[in-house]
C-alpha cells in the first residue's frame, strides 16, 4: 500500500517561501510509469494542479505557477518537494502531494494515491 505525507509550516507571511515534503513509504518515486504530483485546494475553490515529477526527474508545471513553483527530489529519501515563491493570502489552501498516471491531476479520480493534505496559511 502506497502512503504519502506531507509536511512542512502551516502558517507564512507574506513574500516568504513555502517548502513543502511529501514522504512517500510503499512504493518507490524512481519506480514505474507514475507522476508524483502537487495539488492544491483554496478555501471554496476546486482543485489546482500544480505539478509534478517523474521517477526520471522530468519536471512539468502549471503555465500560472511556474514563475514562482520549483519541484524537485530526493531519491534517498524518498521524496519529493514543493518550494512556492513569493507567497501571498491567495496561496491560502490545502496541499496536497499524490500519484497518478497522467500529468495532470485536478481531480479526485485521477490520483490513486493521496496524502492527508496539510493547511497552508498566509497571513500577516
Known amino acids: 500500500q502506497v502512503q504519502l505525507q506531507e509536511s512542512g509550516p502551516g502558517l507564512l507571511k507574506p513574500s516568504q517561501t513555502l517548502s513543502l515534503t511529501c514522504t512517500v513509504s510503499?512504493?518507490?518515486?524512481?519506480?514505474?510509469?507514475?507522476?508524483w504530483s502537487w495539488i492544491r485546494q483554496p478555501p471554496g475553490k476546486g482543485l489546482e494542479w500544480m505539478g509534478a515529477i517523474t521517477r526520471s526527474g522530468s519536471i512539468y508545471y502549471n503555465p500560472s505557477l511556474k514563475r514562482r513553483t520549483s519541484i524537485s527530489r530526493d531519491t534517498s529519501k524518498n521524496q519529493f518537494t514543493l518550494q512556492l515563491n513569493s507567497v501571498t493570502p491567495e496561496d491560502t489552501a490545502v496541499y496536497y502531494c499524490?500519484?497518478?498516471?497522467?500529468?495532470?491531476?485536478?481531480?479526485?479520480?485521477?490520483?490513486?494515491?493521496w496524502g492527508q493534505g496539510t493547511q497552508v496559511t498566509v497571513s500577516s
Open positions: 499524490a500519484r497518478g498516471e497522467s500529468v495532470v491531476i485536478d481531480t479526485r479520480n485521477e490520483g490513486d494515491y
Open positions: 510503499g512504493g518507490s518515486i524512481s519506480a514505474g510509469g507514475y507522476y
